[in-house]
């Protein structure tokens, strides 16, 4: 199974977790590969740039799990969406996910709000979708979270809201927690 982590806006390979979860996947015996790589296209992040490199570049398919972050999670949902995509991706990790620009002039730009979303699509986008957000983010509010996660429900779908936690620049445990429950399982 494939790891690719999607970053979040103006992030590069040494941002927040990356590493380290980049680390903790290559130590998985479930983990054949664990892609982090700079994305094109920072800080503007734009949907028209992003899903390409992720289809044409880095290659996405049945066997792959996205983890996206902040920016990299309104990807991550767009490509949910994709009719690009051979079949569902074997799952979906979305962390301090939005779905409004919030009224950021960046977020805007990106070109992820710009259209409702399908959430009947992104339901069969992958085999297991799972939603991390901190009660205390101070860039996209948990209600943002929330709503994801009342228009995702269905049974391959989890959310974790974690109290006292923010926008997830430094390391969690409960992400290598659903990783391993869910794909390690599989071993």
Known sequence: MRVVICPGMGCDTTSNWYQWFRGEMKQRKYVTECVLRDFPDQPKCRESKWIPFLLDDIGVDRNTVVVGHSSGAACAMRLLESDKVDGPLRGAILVAAAHTDLGDEWEAQSEYFNRPWDWA???????????????????????????????????????????????????????????????????
């Open 121 to 187: 699509k992104m339901k069969i986008g992958a085999d297991f979708i799972h939603l991390f957000h901190g009660t205390d983010d101070h860039l996209i509010p948990v209600r943002e979270a929330r709503h994801i996660a009342e228009m995702m429900d269905n049974n391959n779908f989890q959310y974790s809201e974690l109290p006292g936690k923010g926008h997830f620049f430094y390391p969690w445990q409960e992400l290598l927690d659903v990783m391993d429950q869910r794909f390690g399982a599989d071993v």
